[in-house]
């Protein structure tokens, strides 16, 4: 069925879960991850993110309608997201494609650009009825990069007393937070910032997000999960995972490796909602 990010993350919270955030660049990937929630019985969030526009692959017009369609028939609770949008406009036109999560990511702008483009955001949701989500801090990179190449990444985690004054200010549902993960690949070991985590945690009122969740140990996903991460962005390893089930093997057609694919990425998925969800 589905609900909205709010509504989701409610759900996180009383169960003191994370719901796991996966992308959605083509129907194979859609189809994996609610093929995975819906076995394990697990809610679930699609995201739509606009940098895989940006590579190529499906439009937000040619897939939102899908998920949209995917998640009403769906057995578990999804929300439909949008993940990184970096404009104002590609976030509204989402909107009106009926996404019932959107995140507005001011994070490469000017503090108070992204405290008022935010807030603006917030006012548009409020139309259609869809929950916000938005980034203080930085990951340094998006989607699609590798991590681990920053020279000094704690001078760009998130701030905790600008945390809570972004939160106030500008009315979201949920905050993403920079405290250690990356986006892409690691290249080598993330150590995240669980004294930072904590602390946004005491003064933040909305549940955390954690973006960069591939490749985070699985004691390190139950330590973010106890200090308010309700939300965790995963996609990298889903992707590499469905990759890794079609290298170096030769299939007579097309449809085949899509289903190879799929179901290595179903596998992949599977075994990060089990975790994010506590179950064994
Ligand atoms: P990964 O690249 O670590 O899978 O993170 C995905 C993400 O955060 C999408 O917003």
Redesign the pocket.
């Known amino acids: 069925m589905l609900v909205t990010l709010k509504e989701i993350l409610a759900i996180a919270e009383e169960r003191k879960i994370a719901v796991g ?1 996966f ?1 959605t660049p083509n129907l194979a990937s859609l189809r994996a991850i609610l093929a995975a929630a819906e076995e394990l019985n697990q809610p679930v969030i699609l ?1 739509h ?1 606009q940098i895989h526009e940006e590579m190529g692959l499906c439009t937000m017009e040619e897939v939102a309608p899908i998920m949209l369609t995917a998640a009403k028939k769906a057995s578990v609770p999804v929300c439909v997201h949008l ?2 949008g970096t404009d104002v406009d590609y976030v509204k036109r989402g909107l009106e494609l009926g996404f019932t999560g959107v ?1 507005f990511d001011g994070s490469a702008l000017p503090t108070e650009e992204n405290f008022a483009k935010t807030k603006e955001v917030v006012t548009l949701a409020k139309e259609t009825g869809a929950s916000v989500e938005a980034e203080i801090g930085s ?1 340094g990179s998006r ?1 699609g990069g590798n ?1 681990g190449d920053m020279d000094n990444p704690e001078s760009i985690y998130t701030d905790p007393d600008a945390a809570k004054r972004f939160v106030d200010e500008t009315g979201i549902d949920a905050l993403a937070c920079a405290f250690g ?5 690691y290249l080598k070991e993330p150590k995240l910032d669980f004294a930072r985590l904590e602390k946004i945690d005491s003064l933040v009122s909305v549940p955390l997000v ?6 985070v140990s699985e004691e390190d996903y139950r330590r973010v999960i106890s200090l308010g991460v309700a939300k965790i ?7 590499k995972a469905g990759a890794e089930a079609i290298n170096g093997k030769t299939f007579g057609q097309y449809h085949e490796i899509v289903k190879a694919a799929t179901e290595a990425m179903k596998a992949d998925v599977a075994k990060a909602i089990r975790v994010f969800s506590g179950l064994k």
């Not at 954690?210 to 490749?215: E, I, L, N, R, V």
């Open positions: 955030s992308n995201m993110a993940d990184h995140m990951m989607e991590a993960t990356v986006h892409g690949l954690m973006h960069g969740g591939s490749g962005n995963y996609y990298t390893y889903m992707a």
